[in-house]
């Protein structure tokens, strides 16, 4: 069976979680990490050639694709003339580690992770929780449309939607040499 297409899965993913925080302007995922190969892994696959039933990649699923690490139960990966449509990540929780351009490490956890790629909406749910050094933000159910930048969080009776902002560091001051006293050398 041939490897599912899941390139642009990840990059979405991952892209969508840490646009999340909106906590640091600019702060996508590592655009470098796009151009690298993509290593997946899983305890098995199942799913026909064609389009007539999804690819099930299950028994742990890890994939990784530079400094991107994704680990998830279960995969499942919806094609429509070849192409994936849609990505649904499972676990217990599914977990997504990346550091970002600017260098600050990015990590997200849900029980789900939903991504329509012809909308571009990416739904966690479940116990999501997306952390950087800047803050975090958790709740029950967090949707990013990646075509207009929108994030919803909502909660429902499991809960309420969290987000804690650490406050900018101030910028160092530049390091000045003592200026000695008169009458000494």
Request: overall charge positive; proline content about 9%; hydrophobic content about 35%.
């Amino acid at each position: 069976m041939s490897r599912p297409p899941v390139k642009p899965l990840a990059a979405a993913i991952v892209a969508g979680a840490s646009a999340l925080l909106l906590l640091s302007p600019g702060a996508w995922a590592r655009s470098a990490d796009r151009g690298q190969p993509m290593d997946i892994e899983a305890g098995s696959t199942s799913g026909s050639l064609d389009d007539r039933q999804p690819t099930i990649l299950s028994n742990g699923v890890t994939i990784s694709q530079g400094s991107l690490q994704i680990e998830a139960s279960t995969a499942t990966i919806t094609t429509r003339g070849g192409e994936p449509v849609r990505a649904v990540l499972t676990g217990g929780p599914v977990r997504l580690r990346q550091q970002l351009d600017d260098g600050t490490p990015m990590n997200a956890t849900a029980n789900k992770v939903d991504y329509d790629l012809s909308s571009e909406v990416v739904i966690f749910s479940e116990k999501v929780n997306i952390q950087q050094p800047r803050g975090t933000l958790s709740g029950p159910r967090v949707v990013y449309n990646m075509k207009t930048g929108m994030v919803n969080s909502t909660s429902d009776s499991s809960g309420r939607v969290k987000m804690r902002i650490q406050p900018r560091q101030p910028a160092a001051a530049p390091a000045t040499k003592p200026v000695p006293k008169k009458g000494t050398n």
